[in-house]
């Protein structure tokens, strides 16, 4: 740790900076943090603040205390199924997307031709836009022309894959896993590649076979990378909006605490205070993972 | 999406671009004779896969070239008799998507270049000057990039509606309902994911060169500028194309923030390709191609810096 005490002394020393240098800093380091504070991390504390009141965004603001919570758990129909379907989104990008991913990164890696093809397809949902990818599925799975009943020979009695609230969720899934797949392999893809070679032959020489050598050996070793990926599945299930809103506006089976949110300022009855009820349960699930992230970056950062 | 990765490079490596995939052996090429079956399996099932993966796209490709009548008569797996453009021409003409496209590059060109700048910067004094409390800076600005959007889009909301703009800024004279406020949010949600992985990068740049500038006497700006800034390219290029398609794709903030539907952004106004009481799916599977066409052609042309931003600090190095 020499560099630490290097860094303290060179704080004690005399300051280093000219005016012009603290009026460069001033500004353009004073910009950002302006930037994040009034729209990023101000609008979060108001939010909160905004959670206990009752306004409609027009008249005055009245002091509500915990009843918009009490009315969201207990009297708003919407707001269980949104908990559940949010939670099934975290389930399918953990448990089928994310596996799945590290399936297809572990496959390419292994530098069969054509990797780089496949590479390119496999990621190529990623770069949509979640909106496109809600109307292909559209395009797929409605009721009376989509490719999937056609495909099923099933346009007598057709399956409403879309329609249906028991059956859309499924598909949104399996939709939205189709794109997070390839996030997740591009990630693996880049750690295998820096995994120390060695490591895995010491494991052969020390008769590993190849499955073992993968899971005791380079999946350990791929620890930053599992850690980016869980974050970035947690991230994504809590922040999902574009493609059930582009299906059918989230509603019928595919609400989700995003859409609830957004229903309640956008729409026709504009509830501030309710609305924002929901943006703080949604920031306090959040919150958990990204203090847990970030604890484990803290850590990262101090034995470096 | 946007979540920055995890630890910075070790500082004993020196900045290599990113991206350029090191040259690995491949152990155990060995025994291939026997392994000949398995490699068959692994391109039989890679195979699948990619086509599964493509098939969607494919189809709406087909399907946005054909007319209505006729996939609604014989479906879409039907051979075509014939094949046209019209759904590309009509939605460009009768909805107008020319225009959308200005607007995603008038939100998407600034934003990028202003949050590269800025998070350049930020990076460049949380990571290379010693300042104290850097590391506290370094999760302020993270953190805040991983908030779920609906956390504060409901005060964003209330707070655009009261200030106000002249006229020649917005139509509207508050900034609700004028592209600064899907700018101006755009740069500030996406500058914590910037300057995490360009703090990051600019950490396994060599010390020596900011120390040999020192000595000659060089200001902050000069150190940044002209002596970071040029080694950082390669990071600020996959970064870059990250953010122009990361711009390029939001849905949210357009939609929320704009209520002119002459202002929407190209990704949010798709929604208007839809009826009111029917939707022409073949309309909209054209709209659909041609929103995601720019995104696709910038990930094929510049896959390698694409690639490099998302996974730049992802790997140790």
Redesign the interface.
Known sequence: MPKTAARRAGRRGPRRHTRRDLAVLCVLLGLPILLDLVLVWGPTMASIGLSFTDWDGVGDIEWAGLGNYTHLFTDYPQFWPAVRNNLLWLAALGLLAAPFGLLLAALVDRGVRFSRFYQSTLYMPVVLSLAVVGFITQLILSRDQGALNALLGSERDPVDWLGDPDLNIWMILLAACWRHTGYVMILYLAGLKSVDPTLKEAAAVDGATERQTFFRVVLPALRPVNVIVGVITVIEALRAFDIVYAVNKGRNGLELLSVLVTDNIVGEASRIGFGSAIAVVLLLVSLGFIVTYLVQELRGEERR | ?T?????AA??VRPAGPPGG??G?????RGGQGGRRGG?WG??A???A??LA??A??L??VY?SLRPYEE??RD???SLPSRLSFDYYRQAFTDSGMGRYFLNTLLIAVPGVLITLF??S??AF?VAR??L?GS?L?L??????N??????????????F?KVPLPYWMSDSLTLYDSLWAVL??Q???Q??FC?FVLANFMRTLPREILEAA?VDGA???TRYRHVTLPLCRPALAALGTLEF?WM?????WG??FLSDGDKLPV??A??NLRGQFFTD?NL??A??VI??LP??V???LL?RH??AG??LG????
Request: proline share 5%; no cysteine.
């Open positions: 999406m979540v920055p990765a995890v630890r070790r500082p995939a090191p690995r052996r491949r152990g155990g490699r692994v391109h099932f890679l195979l896969v990619s993966f493509l969607p796209l189809l709406a399907a996939t609604a479906g879409y797996f800025l998070a910067f930020t004094a000057l010693r104290r590391l800076l999760m302020f600005f993270t953190a805040g991983l908030l779920p959007q609906q956390v504060i889009v409901t005060p964003l909301y209330v707070l509606t101006a949010v740069i500030a949600f500058l914590g300057v020192i200001g902050v700006w398609t390029y794709n939001d849905f949210l939609l929320v990704t949010s798709l929604n799916y909209l599977a709209g659909s929103v995601a995104t696709i910038v990930f094929l896959q694409f690639i998302l996974t992802a790997n140790k190095g």
